[in-house]
């Protein structure tokens, strides 16, 4: 047994050097101002670390916000179908004595989506809903739909409307919570993209206006009367909407105001660009005569669900309808202006 340092080898001794390195560094006691710069340097570093990701993230946080957007788009889809079509029409084109468009471009307006530089989609109007202007409602579009959804409209604003506007909110003992109505909200102005033409949509009426009472419906005559029982018969209600007449369909194009449309689509650049081997009618009479003989001559742009599809109504009238029949049928039609 000798002294301890004696048998100590080279490694050993390598080894106790960097021991008191590790020990100098562990026992090191900086000034108290050094400890404080340092403290300080540190926590400059982190927050400048900080705000680097912050930025960075911000297109991330955008992109979000627009997906979130789109899913309430997507779930406010789901809402309109079960809680507003069947007054507003599938499309938002309206529906005769139910319910005004809310597609129309002069409700929506019109918008377009316009990327950001930070990745983000907002909308950007174009043209702004005129019926906002109309009625003279001094906040948003958007607040306009989440009022009236809400709390309904608990006196009919015209006569021109068989029902009283429901109420939607759920506080207010209707079936929607106010998330739902945000989303249905979105949803609707997202037509604003697409907007329906006027020309396609039932308008409401302006204020005021719409207090005159309806016309008092002239009484049919025989010929006109029997008319309306052809147009019960011979399946038409399948597709096609006379308000107050039978079934309600929604394939075809309303016919409540067939005269009216009748005479507009003659008119119209459509028309006279897309008939096909036909000629021209020169009436709404005659239009209306060659729409049933020749569905295909001539394809209306806007049925309830979307654009019309050819070929769905009956091709087959002229052999199915007496010639009587179908006079009394035109006859009757003529009738709904
Ligand atoms: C029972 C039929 C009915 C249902 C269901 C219905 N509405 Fe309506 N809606 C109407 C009628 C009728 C009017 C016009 C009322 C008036 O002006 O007096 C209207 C008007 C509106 C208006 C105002 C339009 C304008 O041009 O001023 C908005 C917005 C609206 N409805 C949204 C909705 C939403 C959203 C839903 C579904 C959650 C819905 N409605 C469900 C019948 C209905
Ligand atoms: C199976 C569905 C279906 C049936 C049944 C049907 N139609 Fe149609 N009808 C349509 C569709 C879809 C359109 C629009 C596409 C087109 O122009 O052909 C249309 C268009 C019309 C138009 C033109 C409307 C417009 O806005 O310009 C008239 C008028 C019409 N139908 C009358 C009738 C009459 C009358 C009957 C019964 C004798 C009838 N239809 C039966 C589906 C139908």
Redesign the pocket.
């Known amino acids: 047994m000798g002294h301890p340092l004696h048998g100590e080898n080279l490694l050993q001794r390598k080894g106790k050097t960097r021991m008191s390195i590790i020990k100098k560094i562990i026992t090191f006691r900086p000034s108290f101002t050094l400890r404080i710069l340092t403290g300080l340097i540190a926590m400059l570093v982190m927050l400048s670390v900080c705000t680097v990701v912050a930025i960075s993230d911000q297109t991330g946080l955008n992109v979000r916000d627009t997906q979130f957007r789109a899913r309430a788009v997507e779930a406010g889809a789901k809402v309109y179908s079960l809680q507003c079509a069947r007054c507003h029409g599938a499309g938002g084109e309206g529906i005769e004595g139910l319910g005004p468009s809310l597609a129309a471009e002069s409700f929506v307006g019109r918008r377009e989506l316009e990327e950001r530089p930070d990745g983000s989609v907002a909308y950007r109007v174009v043209a702004p809903s005129a019926r906002m202007q109309q009625i003279g409602w001094g906040g948003t579009l958007e607040d306009y739909i989440i009022a009236v959804t809400s709390s309904g409209i608990p006196v009919r604003s015209s006569p021109v409307w068989d029902v009283n506007h429901p109420t939607f909110l759920d506080s207010l003992g209707g079936p929607l919570r106010p998330d739902q109505i945000r989303d249905v909200t979105a949803f609707i102005v997202n037509w604003s993209l697409k907007p329906l033409s006027d020309d396609q949509a039932v308008l409401p009426p302006a204020p005021g206006e719409g207090m005159a009472g309806r016309p008092t419906p002239v009484p049919l005559t025989e010929q006109q009367e029997a008319g309306k029982q052809?147009?019960l018969r011979?399946?038409?209600?399948?597709?096609?909407a006379i308000r107050g007449v039978g079934n309600q369909?929604a394939?075809?194009?309303?016919?409540s105001r067939?005269y009216t449309?009748?005479t507009e689509?003659i008119a119209s650049e459509d028309y006279k660009q897309n008939l096909r081997d036909q000629p021209p009618a020169a009436s709404p009479e005659e239009?209306?005569r060659q729409?049933?003989l020749h569905?295909?001559a001539?394809?209306?742009p806007q049925?309830p669900q979307g654009p019309?599809?050819?070929?769905?109504?009956?091709q087959n009238?002229s052999q199915t309808?007496s010639p009587e029949d179908l006079d009394k049928?035109v006859d009757y039609?003529s009738t709904l202006r």
């Open positions: 052809v147009y011979a399946g038409c209600t399948a597709c096609h369909g394939l075809g194009p309303s016919l067939i449309v009748a689509r239009y209306i729409s049933i569905p295909n001539y394809i209306v049925c019309c599809v050819a070929g769905l109504m009956p009238y309808l049928l039609l």
